[in-house]
């Protein structure tokens, strides 16, 4: 099994940045992609960002000014850098990684992190 555990949500003023981090732990053997995604109340779930475990990377055209992904691969982690903040970006953002444990793959999620933005 594999999981993924999100941390640094939280409320946040307009203009403000703020880091999410995401950890998996488990039977890993090797990450290929990992991505934020992110969904508002009443959307969709839409994807952020993405990054390849050789470093290259994707983004929604309208964040890729603000928003920053990267990954640690000794630490099988992912971070997405988020700056000047719009209440907009308000949604919960979601982890995934494509993760091949020892004979399977598996493409998995982390429960989600709370980012709110007040105008």
């Known amino acids: 099994q594999v999981q993924l555990v999100e941390s640094g949500g939280g409320l946040v003023q307009a203009g403000g940045s703020l880091r999410l981090s995401c950890a998996a732990s488990g039977s890993i053997f090797r990450i290929n992609a990992m991505g934020w995604y992110r969904q508002a109340p009443g959307k969709q779930r839409e994807l952020v960002a993405a990054i390849t475990s050789g470093g290259s990377t994707n983004y929604v055209d309208s964040l890729k000014d603000r928003f920053i992904i990267s990954r640690d691969n000794a630490k099988n982690t992912v971070y997405l850098q988020m700056n000047s903040l719009k209440p907009e970006d308000t949604a919960v953002y979601y982890c995934?990684?494509?993760?091949?444990?020892?004979?399977?793959?598996?493409?998995?999620w982390g429960q989600g992190a709370q980012v709110t933005v007040s105008s």
């Open positions: 995934n990684a494509d993760v091949w444990s020892s004979s399977t793959f598996g493409s998995y």
